[in-house]
């Protein structure tokens, strides 16, 4: 099934903000991603399954802060201690999750259709992320993850890629016309392609 | 503002964490007698002290975790955290 995007009413393609006489290599893209799957995967306190077993598109779970395990098609974003966030294109790998997480264990949750996803790429994005959010991202490298919030919204920050900077912001749905317009405020400064 | 090291995250602002009140405040033991007075303390009286205080920080929107945060009351000075099951010695 496709989704609805979160983002329809506010999400318009163009050139914004101070992107005149700049090289369009230089400005900053905007776009919304749609369909993907999202599960949170959550281990119970008492679980005693040892994750090195289980293996999601031949990618094992790591319990370590900031870590992102990833291929092509998936990611897998630390959200907590024994908590994650699978991210992936392959739609039928949600089959795998519910066989190999059983539900004594596991709490997995399909959120696909709760979250909004924005994805930002150009050399300004750490400084755009500065902006709203108290964290430090100059120390946030490739495949890392955090959660913390902008302009006081909670999301989860991907850093897909630092050459160059592309990040991928997660947040719950019903405040992604929020976030959307904080972040394109921040932007217009240094001008940007929505895509 | 305040920076907690949250010990399963690392540094981050008190912006993602959320107060959680005394963390040297004991239930009382199940299928004790308790009386009102016990009660009375667990449930609303603190001492609020001046200084080193044991507090209770939710990691909200962080990765959502009860931590504890040894904390100066009048200078706000951290000096350690725990996770929320570590016993403080």
């Given at each position: 099934?496709?989704?609805?995007?979160?983002?329809?009413?506010?999400?318009?393609?163009?050139?914004?903000?101070?992107?005149?006489?700049?090289?369009?290599?230089?400005?900053?893209?905007?776009?919304?991603?749609?369909?993907?799957?999202?599960?949170?995967?959550?281990?119970?306190?008492?679980?005693?399954?040892?994750?090195?077993?289980?293996?999601?598109?031949?990618?094992?779970?790591?319990?370590?802060?900031?870590?992102?395990?990833?291929?092509?098609?998936?990611?897998?974003?630390?959200?907590?201690?024994?908590?994650?966030?699978?991210?992936?294109?392959?739609?039928?790998?949600?089959?795998?999750?519910?066989?190999?997480?059983?539900?004594?264990?596991?709490?997995?949750?399909?959120?696909?259709?709760?979250?909004?996803?924005?994805?930002?790429?150009?050399?300004?994005?750490?400084?755009?992320?500065?902006?709203?959010?108290?964290?430090?991202?100059?120390?946030?490298?490739?495949?890392?993850?955090?959660?913390?919030?902008?302009?006081?919204?909670?999301?989860?920050?991907?850093?897909?890629?630092?050459?160059?900077?592309?990040?991928?912001?997660?947040?719950?749905?019903?405040?992604?016309?929020?976030?959307?317009?904080?972040?394109?405020?921040?932007?217009?400064?240094?001008?940007?392609?929505?895509? | 503002?305040?920076?907690?090291?949250?010990?399963?995250?690392?540094?981050?602002?008190?912006?993602?964490?959320?107060?959680?009140?005394?963390?040297?405040?004991?239930?009382?033991?199940?299928?004790?007698?308790?009386?009102?007075?016990?009660?009375?303390?667990?449930?609303?009286?603190?001492?609020s002290l001046r200084g080193?205080?044991?507090?209770?920080?939710?990691?909200?929107?962080?990765?959502?975790?009860?931590?504890?945060?040894?904390?100066?009351t009048s200078?706000?000075?951290?000096?350690?955290?725990?996770?929320?099951?570590?016993?403080?010695?």
């Amino acid at each position: 099934m496709t989704s609805i995007s979160a983002l329809a009413n506010v999400h318009k393609k163009g050139q914004f903000g101070d992107f005149e006489d700049k090289n369009e290599k230089d400005l900053l893209k905007i776009s919304e991603i749609k369909n993907l799957l999202l599960v949170q995967i959550f281990q119970y306190k008492n679980s005693k399954i040892k994750l090195e077993n289980i293996e999601i598109d031949e990618l094992k779970f790591k319990n370590e802060p900031l870590s992102v395990v990833n291929n092509d098609n998936t990611r897998i974003l630390w959200n907590g201690p024994k908590n994650w966030l699978l991210v992936s294109t392959k739609k039928e790998l949600i089959k795998d999750i519910f066989e190999n997480f059983n539900e004594t264990d596991f709490a997995v949750t399909d959120l696909s259709h709760s979250r909004a996803i924005i994805d930002i790429e150009g050399l300004n994005v750490k400084e755009i992320l500065k902006k709203g959010c108290p964290f430090n991202f100059n120390e946030l490298k490739k495949n890392n993850s955090i959660n913390t919030t902008y302009n006081g919204l909670v999301l989860t920050v991907d850093m897909l890629n630092d050459n160059p900077n592309k990040v991928r912001l997660f947040i719950l749905r019903s405040f992604g016309e929020s976030l959307y317009h904080s972040i394109t405020d921040a932007s217009l400064e240094f001008g940007f392609k929505s895509l | 503002m305040l920076y907690i090291n949250c010990p399963h995250c690392g540094m981050r602002s008190q912006n993602e964490f959320s107060y959680g009140g005394d963390a040297s405040v004991k239930r009382p033991l199940l299928n004790k007698e308790v009386s009102d007075q016990e009660w009375d303390d667990f449930v609303y009286n603190r001492k609020s002290l001046r200084g080193k205080h044991l507090e209770l920080w939710h990691h909200i929107s962080g990765c959502r975790q009860w931590i504890k945060v040894e904390r100066d009351t009048s200078t706000h000075e951290i000096f350690r955290t725990f996770k929320a099951d570590e016993e403080v010695v």
